[in-house]
């Protein structure tokens, strides 16, 4: 996924169906000018420090799971995008790694990959709220494979628990198997939050309305295609190898 694309969240309103007005503010003094502009309060810790690194990057930033619990919100009760990928390994700088590329089929055009028989995966992208350790939320998008694409459609059509906006979710990747790094194998578990148990259970401040509409939302043009030029010298690679 490349290239951030984001819509503010805001409520629907009757008034949404009107014209566009334009509304030029008034003018202001220049030494005005200022204090006109809005503030928001400085913030130290970790979570404010990735929160700036990511406000300054030029791509969406993903959701992970890891072995440490966290806890996030859906945006939205709905994937906001459904597309298909391919995972080859390729290496690199710091030696081979496995990196991700748009399958064509899903905007209807011929794979090269899947023409050399690379079978691609489905994938499912959520717009999440991930809230940090002082309550303060940031956008991040959550790509899933039809296992969990299945579990979050459970919970949404729970009427317990959905729709997936209603609360929180608290999540966490756990090793299996052998427990080799390589060898074994990973599950994400994930577990439905009510509100009004965050701070208690989670120590964890829910956040306002207000902060988690400013965090905007991602939209289906954050999905990008590959160069056809890149996936075919791929696709002969693969060829040449006896894939």
């Given at each position: 996924?490349?290239?951030?694309?984001?819509?503010?969240?805001r409520p629907t309103h009757a008034e949404d169906d009107a014209p566009a007005v334009s509304r030029k503010p008034p003018a202001r003094p220049a030494?005005?000018?200022?204090?006109?502009?809005?503030?928001?309060?400085?913030?130290?810790?970790?979570?404010?420090?990735?929160?700036?690194?990511?406000?300054?990057?030029?791509?969406?930033?993903?959701?992970?799971?890891?072995?440490?619990?966290?806890?996030?919100?859906?945006?939205?009760?709905?994937?906001?995008?459904?597309?298909?990928?391919?995972?080859?390994?390729?290496?690199?700088?710091?030696?081979?790694?496995?990196?991700?590329?748009?399958?064509?089929?899903?905007?209807?055009?011929?794979?090269?990959?899947?023409?050399?028989?690379?079978?691609?995966?489905?994938?499912?992208?959520?717009?999440?709220?991930?809230?940090?350790?002082?309550?303060?939320?940031?956008?991040?998008?959550?790509?899933?494979?039809?296992?969990?694409?299945?579990?979050?459609?459970?919970?949404?059509?729970?009427?317990?628990?959905?729709?997936?906006?209603?609360?929180?979710?608290?999540?966490?990747?756990?090793?299996?198997?052998?427990?080799?790094?390589?060898?074994?194998?990973?599950?994400?578990?994930?577990?439905?939050?009510?509100?009004?148990?965050?701070?208690?259970?989670?120590?964890?401040?829910?956040?306002?309305?207000?902060?988690?509409?400013?965090?905007?939302?991602?939209?289906?043009?954050?999905?990008?295609?590959?160069?056809?030029?890149?996936?075919?010298?791929?696709?002969?690679?693969?060829?040449?190898?006896?894939?």
């Open positions: 996924m490349t290239g951030i694309s984001r819509r503010p969240i030494d005005d000018e200022d204090d006109a502009l809005p503030t928001t309060p400085l913030r130290g810790g970790w979570t404010a420090g990735k929160q700036q690194a990511e406000a300054a990057s030029d791509y969406a930033q993903t959701f992970k799971p890891a072995p440490k619990t966290q806890i996030i919100k859906f945006l939205e009760d709905a994937p906001y995008v459904n597309f298909r990928r391919h995972w080859v390994e390729r290496n690199g700088a710091n030696g081979a790694s496995k990196r991700p590329y748009t399958c064509p089929q899903t905007f209807g055009k011929r794979c090269p990959l899947c023409d050399v028989g690379d079978k691609a995966q489905a994938v499912s992208s959520f717009n999440v709220a991930l809230i940090g350790d002082d309550g303060v939320p940031s956008l991040r998008s959550w790509d899933v494979g039809v296992k969990l694409f299945n579990v979050l459609e459970d919970y949404h059509n729970d009427p317990k628990i959905g729709p997936l906006t209603r609360g929180y979710f608290a999540v966490q990747q756990s090793s299996g198997g052998t427990g080799s790094k390589k060898g074994g194998t990973t599950q994400t578990n994930i577990v439905p939050v009510k509100p009004t148990s965050l701070l208690e259970d989670w120590s964890v401040h829910p956040p306002s309305n207000a902060e988690l509409e400013a965090v905007g939302l991602y939209e289906p043009d954050v999905v990008s295609l590959p160069k056809r030029g890149e996936l075919e010298e791929i696709a002969e690679e693969l060829s040449s190898s006896g894939y």
